[in-house]
């Protein structure tokens, strides 16, 4: 246990009745990944009926981590009750309510955030994700207004990237792509300062990946559990939109995007490395416990899993671990999503992810994205190579196209029995925590599909990129 984790604790211990000393100890312990140590402690500080909103929404937001949606809604809303003048707790609780799918009540607390602080700039990024933007509906000017304001002051980049961002975002459902693509451009580059993403990095990741898993174990001796279902791919592949396809199924429980098993992997290996995946964290997993890293990722994920027969992990980085749980895991079920390359990284650089995440350096600029998008597809055709039949590949657009054939296919693979509701995931009430928690709530749509050409030549470094690294591309 680190020593500030250890005061924490020693702190909730010797005065057992402070919820705020508990919560905090809660924090650290979601802050330290140990989800399931948190949910306990969140719910020891939850139970001693805290009542100042500083606590309250210290709880909402590691209920929100460890991926207590209801428990983190109930939390935050309390909290801005006690304290509606504060712009972060009303900030915390529109988001909540963009995870129910409440986009209405998300629109008034995110003005509200915004009337009581208009510098609050990722609500701004937020409110213009949450709907399709109309000419007579839109926040261009009070955006291009603060931009103006703050783009002399260029060392804020938190400002320039959450700001240009939405413009972006505003600009492209008003059809003007260039001017779009100009401030997705700038909001990126905002964001990108200071991060030192290097493409040579993640070469030698993947590299050491290829190598350490060349091939599969003679004798499987992972864990013997069929429950997890893991859904990967690139981010904005369509992977939210099979997660509530499959979990609208009676026996799945969507567990949401877990870090579990890297974390698990982490430990196993004995790296110390501060990174949850580098090059020596897999060098040191070669002679790893299958059978033990298979066990412990499954008592990880508890008491969240085990209600239900099966559970999805819908973390679509675990496309690096897919050999590793293949090897730990041997009846689980993998299941990769594919989308067009073009439309694939324009999504990725389109969207601002959790900037805190250790997966989404490569997606501030374009073209670093689109080189991750090589050693995605490089790596998914050695997993395939070395695992054949343990990955099911499901095609986006084939999805869009025919849903209801590709989500029998998909039930069928992972050994579950035709259910209607599958049909209407759109009605599965489960809280949605991912960039797609808007789009998932309607049904299918084709809106999405080669979204890429409406940004025609300014995507030519992109498609050049792609094509001379082997990439097949279709118009």
Not at 246 to 270: C, Y
Not at 388 to 394: N, Q, S, W, Y
């Amino acid at each position: 246990m680190l020593p500030a984790m250890e005061h924490l604790n020693n702190a909730a211990n010797l005065e057992p009745t402070r919820a705020d000393f508990v919560a905090q100890f809660a924090k650290a312990l979601a802050l330290a990944r140990r989800n399931r140590d948190a949910k306990v402690v969140a719910d020891r500080a939850l139970a001693l009926s805290p009542n100042d909103p500083l606590t309250l929404d210290t709880l909402g937001v590691v209920y929100t981590h460890v991926g207590d949606y209801a428990s983190a809604a109930m939390t935050f809303r309390q909290a801005a009750a006690l304290a509606p003048d504060h712009a972060s707790y009303r900030y915390n609780l529109a988001t909540s309510f963009v995870a129910a799918g409440n986009i209405d009540a998300a629109e008034i607390e995110l003005e509200a955030c915004l009337a009581l602080d208009p510098q609050y700039w990722l609500a701004h990024t937020t409110l213009a994700q949450l709907r399709r933007q109309t000419a007579t509906s839109h926040h261009v000017k009070r955006l291009e207004s603060l931009l103006v304001q703050i783009d002399s002051d260029t060392s804020d980049t938190t400002a320039l990237m959450c700001l240009n961002m939405a413009l972006a975002k505003e600009c492209e459902d008003l059809a003007d792509y260039p001017k779009a693509f100009e401030h997705f451009v700038r909001g990126k580059a905002a964001g990108g300062v200071n991060r030192s993403y290097s493409t040579q990095r993640d070469e030698k990741l993947f590299a050491a990946i290829t190598e350490v898993i060349s091939k599969p174990e003679a004798v499987p001796a992972g864990y013997l559990t069929d429950e997890p279902i893991f859904i990967v791919g690139m981010p904005r592949s369509g992977t939210t939109l099979v997660e509530r396809i499959i979990s609208s199924h009676p026996d799945v429980h969507s567990a949401g995007e877990l870090l579990n098993f890297g974390m698990s992997l982490k430990h196993a290996s004995g790296s110390q490395t501060p990174a949850l995946i580098d090059t020596e964290t897999i060098a040191r997993a070669r002679n790893i416990d299958w059978r033990r890293l298979g066990e412990n990722y499954l008592s990880s994920t508890r008491p969240a899993t085990g209600h239900t027969p099966r559970f999805i992990d819908k973390l679509p980085h675990n496309f690096l671990y897919a050999g590793f749980i293949a090897n730990a895991l041997p009846n689980a079920k993998i299941i990769c999503l594919r989308r067009d390359p073009m439309d694939t990284c324009l999504s990725n650089f389109r969207q601002l992810f959790a900037t805190n995440s250790p997966f989404f350096d490569y997606s501030f600029d374009l073209l670093d994205t689109g080189r991750y998008y090589v050693l995605f597809d490089r790596l998914m055709a050695h997993w395939q190579q070395v695992f054949p039949g343990r990955i099911l590949e499901v095609d986006y657009e084939a999805l869009v196209e025919s849903q209801e054939i590709s989500s029998r296919h998909l039930l069928e693979f992972c050994g579950l029995t035709w259910h209607d509701a599958c049909l209407r995931f759109e009605e599965n009430p489960t809280p949605v925590a991912t960039a797609s928690a808007v789009q998932v709530r309607a049904p299918i749509y084709r809106g999405a599909l080669k979204r890429w050409k409406k940004y025609g030549s300014q995507l030519n470094g992109l498609r050049d990129l792609l094509t001379e690294a082997g990439i097949k591309l279709t118009d």
